[in-house]
């Protein structure tokens, strides 16, 4: 496949306007699934299952099966909704959206499609320098997963090249909230930026109203990116490009840069852009086509005739908007006093995206500063160094474990490093891999003697210079205790051992 040609990035934006679009895709992590009573694999507790055992006739759509309503997965998207700052229709119906793929065990999914749930709502954004960007919604609406093709045999996972495909219905009927933006103008520059901060914003909303696990790398947060460029001074939209099921917000900013990049070069060339679907590759930072962007009469919707309307009272809805948890900035700002985090400090957390793993990390019993600590020092580091998401590593449960060890004196920094390493690695829990690794700091002080006693038999100088008042000097034979113990040393312990030997 050949090589897109990319404009540089500054000199795109000199010559057309971007406009941004975002479908959002969010896995309810109801008890069971949208419409019918199998096990629903986006919640945690099932999501182990092996293929194709979380399924019901309705899912693999077996004739003369009918699909009933999930009304939790009603409360839930009202709730959503109301998040958004959405109007909740007074009645509202599914629709069939007819297009075979072999995930679909119907040849359709039931969806909604001129009358959602919620509609014309906002949410705004903060930006890194705390700048705030109001995002319009057009539309949440509820339909159903799909199930999950595996291709074999090809070199890159994809259709193309593959021998055969699997396919998993665990998925199929999953209930989904798809949230649509309006066309978002003005983003300009910060078009990147603005996408990133969109899709953490939402996915800060759906975990504050527990209603989504939003494992972004699990799938149950996914974000269609749509994007357009007009010449400057235009006013007709351009062709838009859909890259799709992004899955994590480093990537959504990388694919709108990228498509900004290689659009611009395509129209700065005098060629057009072809209305698509496309492909993001993690491993390259490149989008590939996918396959024509159908319009909806494509999909010819009608009515679902096995549903009935959905009718909320507005008792209901008045009930769920007095339940809904506080906006997100607001949020941010209430934890940055609670916290007592400088404005660098509470920068660096919401920046990385990871304000809902250091409050969950201080719920689970760490100091605000020891969460920040971890969460934006080494395992950021270890996830940029695996072109991860910090938040997909390790659970803010283990975070506070580790750092409870350290507190209670099982672990020194140094080896809580190396315990964390083997959490990520699947080793355990952090106190499992200490018992199978072997990390715990070494306090008993008859090892600690033996190792002072070598040590000081090779610098015979040092005790003399210490009893002299010089006790800097036991730097020196902490230094090689720790290096002949793997910095299991006890250090604070060893200091006293050796000042009491001094002494004598």
């Known amino acids: ?76 998207s009202i709730s959503l909704g109301l998040a958004l700052g ?14 075979f793929y072999p995930d679909l065990g119907k040849n359709y999914q039931i969806s909604q499609y001129d009358e959602p749930i919620a509609f014309e709502g906002s949410v705004d954004v903060e930006l890194t320098d705390g700048t705030i960007v109001t995002v319009p919604i057009e539309r949440a609406h509820m339909e159903e997963d799909a199930g999950k093709l595996t291709h074999m045999g090809g070199a890159t996972g994809r259709i193309q090249g593959a021998e055969y495909s699997l396919v998993d219905y665990n998925r199929a009927g999953v209930p989904l909230v798809e949230i649509v933006t309006k066309p978002i103008i003005g983003a300009e520059h910060r078009a990147p930026e603005i996408a990133k901060a969109y ?22 947060l996914r974000c269609d990116a749509n994007v357009s460029l007009r010449p400057r001074g235009q006013e007709k939209l351009g062709t838009r490009t859909e890259t799709k099921n992004v899955n994590s917000m480093r990537s959504v900013e990388r694919a709108v840069r990228y498509e900004i990049q290689r659009q611009a070069a395509i129209l700065a ?55 809904l948890p506080e906006p997100p900035a607001e949020r941010r700002r209430r934890l940055k006093s609670e916290w007592q985090f400088s404005d660098l400090e509470f920068q660096d957390v919401a920046n990385g995206g ?19 600590k971890w969460w934006t020092g080494e395992i950021s580091r270890l996830a940029n160094a695996q072109g991860r998401e910090a938040a997909d590593l390790v659970s803010p449960a283990d975070v506070a474990s580790l750092q409870g060890l ?55 100088d040092v005790m003399q210079k210490i009893r002299e008042g010089k006790v800097q000097a036991a730097g020196a034979v902490i230094g090689a205790v720790m290096k002949a113990m793997r910095g299991q040393a006890d250090a604070a312990r060893v200091r006293e051992l050796i000042l009491e030997r001094a002494a004598q």
């Open 199 to 220: 899709v953490q914003t939402i996915r800060d909303i759906v975990l504050s109203l527990g209603i989504s696990e939003a494992r972004m790398e699990r799938g149950n």
């Open 1 to 76: 496949m050949a090589k897109d040609k990319l404009m540089d990035f500054d000199k795109a934006l000199e010559l057309y306007e971007p406009v941004l679009g975002f479908e959002v895709h969010v896995e309810l992590n109801t008890e069971s699934k949208m419409f019918s009573s199998a096990a629903n694999p986006a919640n945690s507790a099932n999501h182990e299952a092996g293929p194709n055992t979380l399924v019901a006739p309705v899912d693999m759509g077996l004739p003369g099966s009918l699909p009933t309503v999930n009304a939790e997965a009603i409360r839930y």
């Open 86 to 99: 959405c109007s909740i229709a007074p009645t509202s119906r599914f629709a069939r959206k007819n297009y």
């Open 406 to 460: 350290i507190d209670a004196g099982t672990l020194t920094d140094k080896l809580a490093r190396q315990v964390l390493e083997g959490v990520i690695a699947g080793e355990g829990t952090p106190q499992e891999v200490i018992d199978e690794r072997g990390l715990a700091v070494v306090s008993d002080d008859g090892a600690l003697i033996a190792a002072i006693d070598e040590a000081l038999a090779s610098q015979p």
């Open 354 to 372: 990871l304000l809902a793993e250091v409050a969950a990390t201080i719920a689970a019993g760490a100091t605000p500063a020891a969460a920040r």
């Open 269 to 323: 060339a005098g060629g057009t852009i072809t209305q698509e679907t496309r492909h993001w590759h993690e491993d390259t930072g490149t989008t590939s086509p996918g396959r024509p962007k159908s319009d909806a009469d494509d999909y010819r919707y009608f009515p679902e005739p096995d549903l009935l309307p959905v009718a909320p009272s507005i008792e209901l809805i008045e009930e769920l908007r007095a339940a």
